[in-house]
């Protein structure tokens, strides 16, 4: 069975740092674009980030952009999502995608991949 688990979520204060992971089990996504969203209790889902297969292209929503950084590991299946400068408006589930496609304003999700989300909490 093909899965996508996203792991390093948790608390941080305003300002810090976390890393987020999501590692493909069940087939490799090394020639998959991939990207990352998130949803904020009572919001929609929204983009985040997106990464070509390859790493060569990113791209990131306005509110992120200075702060987050996407990248990929293919060798370990893996894609990361670095966050720093927390702000607590960044509080949500985060969830990556695979094999979407990328559109001229962001990342269109493939709704056959998802993996399961975590939470990512920053306090004031």
């Known amino acids: 069975q093909v899965q996508l688990v996203e792991s390093g979520g948790g608390l941080a204060q305003a300002g810090g740092s976390l890393r987020l992971s999501c590692a493909g089990a069940g087939r490799t996504f090394s020639g998959y674009a991939m990207g990352w969203f998130r949803q904020a209790r009572g919001k929609e889902r929204e983009f985040v980030a997106y990464?070509?297969?390859?790493?060569?292209?990113?791209y990131y929503t306005d509110s992120v952009k200075g702060r987050f950084t996407v990248s990929r590991n293919n060798a370990k299946n893996t894609v990361y999502l670095q966050m720093n400068s927390l702000k607590p408006e960044d509080t949500a589930v985060y969830y990556c995608?695979?094999?979407?496609?990328?559109?001229?304003?962001?990342?269109?999700?493939?709704?056959?991949?998802w993996g399961q989300g975590t939470q990512v909490t920053v306090s004031s």
């Open positions: 990464i070509s297969w390859s790493g060569g292209s990113t």
């Open positions: 995608n695979a094999g979407g496609t990328r559109t001229s304003v962001n990342y269109r999700p493939n709704p056959a991949y």
